[in-house]
């Protein structure tokens, strides 16, 4: 008598590749909210046209006396727009911290960055959200490629990069949220060409160190699966 064929057991996640996705969805989720509450600042008053300042001009807590924090909105109100990105934001952190890690969860994921984007969620995470949920995709992958790519000698060295390039960009994440903010960091308050460098500078750093972390984590869970 035939015996059906043993069911196949589910594919497991990569570890590393999840923890470093979940982390950098949650640090994109907390950059839309913060742009969120500083449009809420600025209180109901209407938006001419797309381009905003989420952060409004003349707050005394902030170094940046003319505003800053540009984002783009579809939606015609400062505070409207401000209560959107910040539930978009509360949802991208939930989403990443419990969900991603589904089959629909990278998809979902995305949808959730551009909606950010389309309601003052903010303009730089686009580049970022992009390649989470490009790196979301390979969080159930078997990973051949890598396993190919990179010799087993070489990915065992590498594979334990990946914990420390993911606390720089986490670092350098976080420091640019507050500069962007609140103007604080090696500088004078007076010199703006020289905040603005240090913030593109940063942002540089920011996106090296998110690419290293996924190479990293990629070698480290390509190793885990040999």
Known sequence: MPTAPPLSAPQANNSATLVIVSTLGVLLGISSINHGVCEIFQGDRP?????IKALGSGYSWTLWIH?????????????VTGILATLIGLVMIVWSIRFIRRP??????????????LVGGGMAQVLLFTLNWAAATR??????????LIAPAIAR??????????VAGVVFFL???????VGYGPHAPDQAEIVLR???????AIIVSFLLSFVFGFAHDAEARR
């Open 47 to 51: 938006i001419s046209g797309h381009v």
């Open 67 to 79: 505003g800053s924090e540009p984002a783009f909105t579809l939606v015609p109100n400062f505070l």
């Open 104 to 117: 629909y969860g990278p998809i979902v994921f995305l949808l959730l960055g551009v909606t950010s984007f």
């Open 139 to 148: 969080i159930r992958s078997s990973l051949g490629f890598w396993r190919y």
């Open 157 to 166: 060295v590498l594979g334990r990069l990946w914990p420390w390039s993911l």
């Open 175 to 181: 420091a640019a949220s507050e500069i962007a903010v």
């Open 198 to 204: 240090n913030l593109w500078g940063i942002g540089l």
